[in-house]
């Protein structure tokens, strides 16, 4: 027999989500991504959220998602132009995870 969740053992902000105005994005900028270098680029395709997932409960999600979604592109776009994952950028891009 399957198992019934109630609602109300479900955290307060599962069910009403509470709707943020506006949110900027969290990923760099343009032109922070074209000047960046083969390790930055491999930290931020490692270590950077999924887009969009900073503003789920915004108004402006799908303008966030966008912007997002088009510098992922151009973050994956540079990484595979500088030669994608190596051992030594992905133990550079683990050692700048651990020192910030």
């Known amino acids: 027999m399957a198992k019934t969740i ?3 053992k479900l955290t307060p902000g599962y069910r009403h989500m509470h709707r943020k105005s506006k949110v900027e994005s969290s990923y760099p900028s343009i032109e922070d991504i074209d000047s960046a270098s083969h390790v930055q680029l491999g930290y931020w ?16 999600f799908e303008d966030v998602l966008a912007i997002e979604s ?6 994956i776009a540079r990484f595979a132009e500088f030669g994608g994952w190596r051992p030594k ?7 700048m995870h651990d020192a910030r």
């Open 89 to 95: 950028v992905s133990k550079a891009v683990d050692a």
């Open 45 to 60: 395709m490692r270590y950077q959220g999924s887009p969009g997932a900073c503003a789920i409960a915004a108004d402006n």
């Open 70 to 75: 088009a510098a992922q592109d151009l973050i």
């Open 6 to 8: 109630r609602t109300s």
